[in-house]
C-alpha cells in the first residue's frame, strides 16, 4: 500500500518560514518524481515545486512554478524516502491546503499525471 504524509504545516506571520516534510512508503521513492501542490479554498489545485528522482538520470533536478521561484525549494532524501518543501517569505495568498504527490519517472507539473497523494496540510499566513 502506497502512503504519502506530510507534515510541517501550521500558523505563520507575513515574511515567515515553514518547512514541510513528505514520507513514502510502498513504492520505489527513487523512480518517482515528488511534486508539491497547494489548493485554497474556492481554487484549482496549483503546481508548486517538483524534485525527479535519480534512479534515471543519476542526478535530481528540481522545477518550480513563477509564482514561488525565489521564495521556495524542494528537496529530497531517497535513504529516508522523505521530499521537503522549504517556504521562505511567506505571504497571505500562501494560505492554502498544501499536498505532495508522486508520479513514476518523470517530471510534469500537472496534477492530473501524478499517481499518488498525500492527505495535505493547512498553511495559513497571518497578514
Known amino acids: 500500500q502506497v502512503r504519502l504524509v506530510e507534515s510541517g504545516g501550521g500558523l505563520v506571520h507575513t515574511g515567515g518560514s515553514l518547512n514541510l516534510s513528505c514520507t513514502v512508503s510502498?513504492?520505489?521513492?527513487?523512480?518517482?518524481?515528488m511534486g508539491w501542490f497547494r489548493q485554497a479554498p474556492g481554487k484549482e489545485r496549483e503546481f508548486l515545486a517538483a524534485?525527479?528522482?535519480?534512479?534515471?538520470?543519476?542526478?535530481?533536478?528540481?522545477y518550480y512554478a513563477d509564482s514561488v521561484k525565489g521564495r521556495f525549494f524542494t528537496s529530497r532524501d531517497n535513504a529516508k524516502n522523505t521530499v521537503y518543501l522549504q517556504m521562505n517569505g511567506m505571504k497571505p495568498d500562501d494560505t492554502a491546503v498544501y499536498y505532495c504527490a508522486a508520479r513514476m519517472l518523470l517530471y510534469t507539473n500537472e496534477a492530473g499525471r501524478y499517481q499518488y497523494w498525500g492527505q495535505g496540510t493547512q498553511v495559513s499566513v497571518s497578514s
Open positions: 524534485v525527479t528522482g535519480a534512479a534515471i538520470t543519476r542526478i535530481s533536478t528540481d
Open positions: 510502498g513504492l520505489v521513492f527513487s523512480t518517482y518524481t
